[in-house]
């Protein structure tokens, strides 16, 4: 499923482009923001990712910060490219 951002994005570029017409002004200002919107949030859960992932790491280390750990932190959060 689509992050709630992406959907409203794509949902108002697409409402936008049967109101307007696909080949209007507006529809191509927000066809660039739909863009521009899903990909920050590509970009933003990759990187919450990653660092999920070295922080795990970091916390599994023997001795290095003395705490138990209970559960790890989640390393996939989607968004991820193909």
């Given at each position: 499923?689509?992050?709630s951002?992406?959907?409203?994005?794509?949902?108002?570029?697409?409402?936008?482009?049967?109101?307007?017409?696909f080949?209007?002004?507006?529809?191509a200002?927000?066809?660039?923001?739909?863009?521009?919107?899903?990909?920050?949030?590509?970009?933003?859960?990759?990187?919450?990712?990653?660092?999920?992932?070295?922080?795990?790491?970091?916390?599994?280390?023997?001795?290095?910060?003395?705490?138990?750990?209970?559960?790890?932190?989640?390393?996939?959060?989607?968004?991820?490219?193909?």
């Amino acid at each position: 499923m689509p992050s709630s951002h992406s959907a409203i994005v794509c949902s108002l570029a697409v409402l936008i482009g049967r109101q307007y017409g696909f080949d209007s002004g507006i529809f191509a200002i927000a066809f660039v923001f739909a863009f521009i919107v899903m990909y920050d949030a590509a970009g933003v859960r990759r990187a919450a990712g990653k660092q999920a992932q070295i922080l795990n790491k970091i916390l599994e280390t023997p001795n290095l910060t003395g705490v138990q750990i209970q559960n790890k932190l989640v390393e996939a959060l989607g968004h991820t490219p193909i």
